[in-house]
């Protein structure tokens, strides 16, 4: 069973643009969400991550918002640019396991 | 990242061959995991291991093995390969590290099961 859902699938954002990937997770123990960043022919690498006692965190161009009560999280690239172009993954897990649950994966295109 | 090495990058096998997918790291992590990444499925878990003597199954572990050889290392076994285990799989690391559970990827194994 999926526990995290991300969407969308795929998006396409001009540069300069901001680009926005969802996720919705089920379980109410996750409390912690990464979001990892994957180039082609790489592993996916750590790019930003929240607890649930913030709404939100940012670093550089990206934010993370996040609503509890929703069980709602999101990835924002501001001035997105073509060298963010990658597959982006929400994942969560809870302080009592070390596993990660990771959504689907979103395909990132940014256009010049 | 350099510190998690997999191999073989690439590999093609045919359907009921044993084949073995190795993954060591340098980082110093007790935690190791397998994951394979199918399009539109995302990143699922087949096996993780806390340290030596301690193998987990993930959600997807059915028709995988694995073998915790070292800390450093961790082995995964297709016992019969078939076709449907055509995918990309990734080793990873991690270590808690101020409550983070950050996880350390390596580059990748491309498997094509004929």
């Known amino acids: 069973q999926q526990q995290v859902k991300q969407s969308p699938q795929s998006l396409i954002v001009q540069k300069g643009g901001i680009s926005i990937i969802n996720c919705a997770y089920e379980n109410t123990a996750f409390d912690y969400f990464p979001w990892y960043q994957q180039f082609p022919g790489k592993g996916p690498a750590l790019l930003i991550a929240i607890r649930p006692d913030v709404s939100e965190k940012k670093e550089g161009r990206f934010t993370i918002s996040f609503n509890k009560s929703a069980k709602q999280f999101s990835l924002h690239i501001m001035d997105s640019q073509p060298g963010d172009s990658a597959t982006y993954f929400c994942?969560?897990?809870?302080?009592?396991?070390?596993?990660?649950?990771f959504g689907e994966g979103t395909q990132l295109t940014v256009n010049p | 990242d350099a510190d998690v090495t997999q191999t073989p990058r690439n590999r093609i096998t045919k359907t009921g061959k044993r084949i073995m997918l190795e993954c060591s790291q340098t980082?110093?992590?007790?935690?190791m995991y397998w994951y394979r990444q199918d399009p539109g499925l995302g990143l699922r878990l087949i096996y993780y291991?806390?340290?030596?003597?301690?193998?987990n199954k993930g959600e997807i572990s059915d028709g995988y093995s694995v073998s915790r050889q070292a800390q450093a290392k961790f082995s995964l076994s297709l016992e019969s390969a078939i076709p449907n285990q055509t995918a990309l799989y990734f080793c990873?690391?991690?270590?808690?590290?101020?409550?983070?559970?950050?996880?350390?990827f390596g580059p990748g194994t491309r498997l094509l099961v004929l």
């Open positions: 990873a690391t991690s270590d808690l590290d101020g409550g983070l559970k950050t996880q350390y």
């Open positions: 994942a969560a897990s809870s302080t009592s396991g070390s596993r990660l649950t």
């Open positions: 980082k110093g992590h007790d935690r």
């Open positions: 291991s806390f340290d030596v003597k301690d193998i």
